[in-house]
Structure formats: C-alpha cells, structure tokens
C-alpha cells in the first residue's frame, strides 16, 4: 500500500510569507506526527494528532505555525511571517499502533 | 525529560566489518527505544524498535539491537556491512502509546570498498 506523503517536496519562499505543508498519512492510521529536520540534526517533534485533535503541540517554536487535520486524515502545517531559520526538512509521520511511526519523505523548505 | 546521546558524529568502516553504534538515553519510566536509518533524500526508514522482553531484538537488514538498562544504552550491532549501509543512523526514544520520538543527533555511516 501507499507510504506517507508530502507534498510539495520542495518549497522555496521569501522571509515574511505565508506557507503551507501538507501530508496524507497511510490510510487507517489514526495518529499523525509533525517533526522538524535542521542540518546535521536529528528531527525534532513539533505536533502530535489522535484524530481530529491536536493531542500534544508542546514542540511548535512558536505562535507562527500551527496544523491542523479537520477530517482525521491530511494534516496541514501552516507556518505565517516566515524566518530564515524556519529552513528545515519538514517530515510527517503517522500510525496505529503503540509508539508506532512511519515516516514520509519530508518537505525541505528554504526561507530566502 | 527524554534525551538521546549518539556519541558518534561519523563512522567509517571497511565493507565486510563488523559495525557498532552508540546510543545512550535519558527517560524516567520504561522507554520505547528504536533505530532510523536515513539514506540522502530519503525519509526515516525503521530498522528495529525495543518495547519490552527480550533484550536483544532483531531488526531488517541484517540489524540487531540490545537493550542495557543499567547502562540506557541500545546500541546498534550488524557483523558484516554492506556497502549499501552508507547511511544516516539515528536512534530514538519514545514514552507511552502515541507520544513524541526524542531523537539522538545522529551516526553518519560511510563504508569503504
């Protein structure tokens, strides 16, 4: 079956604008996972979704992003007034079982 | 608080050699303990996960993992790599059921012909 993934698989965009990051996670998995990869670092967790539900966003630097899955499923990751050091591979995860957390390709996003 | 210490920025083995990577943890309770591996472009693929029992666990690939607890370690063993095991090796902790993954830095593996 079909993997996690992400779209787009690039984005560039200029300091200050509006982004958007999306994943579709496998079918069925009801949690879905937000980490962030900078250079030479191990991902970060950003977000945690059970459901519709944000079930743990202890990890979002700040109150420029924020994601959200409406219906249970895709998730987008919005990120407002971008920053050059908001340059990072964006990686989504999702699963069913315990601690259970299969990943997409990432999303690399370079702040100009 | 979780932390993972990966000890080991980059390793460089020869093709057929015996591999180990180190992986120290922090976490208060029982952790969840896995291995990523992450080749360039590529997304984190799971090569074993650590939940309970058995403390030697086998994963893909040819990978295996053993669980001390008096020393947190989970370090990361394969006896004889393959040049197709170049890659980035990172390993993990997690809590309960659903809860966020604390990532090491990260082993930067390079094997030579």
């Known amino acids: 079956g079909a993997g996690v993934s992400q779209t787009p698989s690039n984005k560039v965009t200029e300091k200050g604008k509006y982004v958007e990051l999306r994943c579709d996670p496998i079918s069925g998995h009801t949690a879905l996972y937000w980490y962030r990869q900078s250079l030479g670092q191990g991902p970060e967790f950003l977000i945690y979704?059970?459901?519709?539900?944000?079930?743990?966003d202890s990890g979002l630097p700040n109150d420029r992003f924020f994601a959200v899955r409406p219906e249970g499923s895709v998730s987008t990751l919005k990120i407002q007034r971008t920053e050059r050091g908001d340059s990072a591979v964006y990686l989504c995860?999702?699963?069913?079982?315990?601690?259970?957390?299969?990943f997409g390709p990432g999303t690399r996003l370079t702040v100009l | 608080a979780q932390s993972v210490t990966q000890p080991d920025i980059h390793i460089t083995v020869s093709e057929g050699a015996s591999l180990e990577l180190r992986c120290n943890y922090s976490y208060g309770a029982t952790p969840y303990l896995f291995w990523y591996v992450q080749s360039p472009g590529q997304g984190l693929q799971l090569l074993l996960k650590y939940f309970s029992g058995d403390t030697l666990v086998q994963g893909i690939k040819g990978f295996e993992a053993e669980f001390k607890r008096s020393q947190s370690s989970f370090n990361l063993r394969k006896p004889s790599v393959h040049w197709s095991d170049a890659a980035e090796y990172f390993c993990a902790v997690g809590g309960t059921s659903g809860s966020r993954l604390t990532f090491g830095e990260g082993t930067q593996l390079t094997v030579n012909p």
């Open positions: 995860a999702s699963g069913q079982g315990p601690n259970e957390q299969f």
């Open positions: 979704f059970q459901g519709t539900g944000a079930a743990d």
